[in-house]
């Protein structure tokens, strides 16, 4: 079993630029597609963006796309998700997590979370 640990979230004016981390623990983070998730209060969850384990194939979703990228590093265990442009309705609880395919918009096992707030 995979354990995923995010972080890199904080308090950003809109406009500007964060990076999130997910580290994996285990030795099969390579075979896994990796996917980022938000949840903002009051709302449920949402597919971000995903990447293949390979780290060959991204797909997003329209509401990040061109502003966001997920990025990989299977020597590192650790799958990065670099947030441009940020706005302040991409305030949310970010998660990552593991996929059985990039293309999924669904997760299996998760991380705790960490907190992004963009401010107006």
């Known amino acids: 079993q995979v354990q995923l640990v995010e972080s890199g979230g904080g308090l950003v004016q809109a406009g500007g630029s964060l990076r999130l981390s997910c580290a994996a623990s285990g030795r099969t983070f390579s075979s896994y597609a990796m996917g980022w998730f938000r949840q903002a209060p009051g709302k449920e969850r949402e597919f971000v963006g995903a990447?293949?384990?390979?780290?060959?194939?991204?797909y997003y979703a329209n509401s990040v796309k061109g502003r966001f990228t997920i990025s990989r590093d299977n020597a590192k265990n650790t799958v990065y998700l670099q947030m441009n442009s940020l706005k302040p309705e991409d305030t949310a609880i970010y998660y990552c997590?593991?996929?059985?395919?990039?293309?999924?918009?669904?997760?299996?096992?998760w991380g705790q979370g960490t907190q992004v707030t963009v401010s107006s």
């Open positions: 990447i293949s384990s390979s780290g060959s194939n991204t």
């Open positions: 997590a593991t996929m059985t395919s990039y293309l999924s918009r669904r997760g299996d096992a």
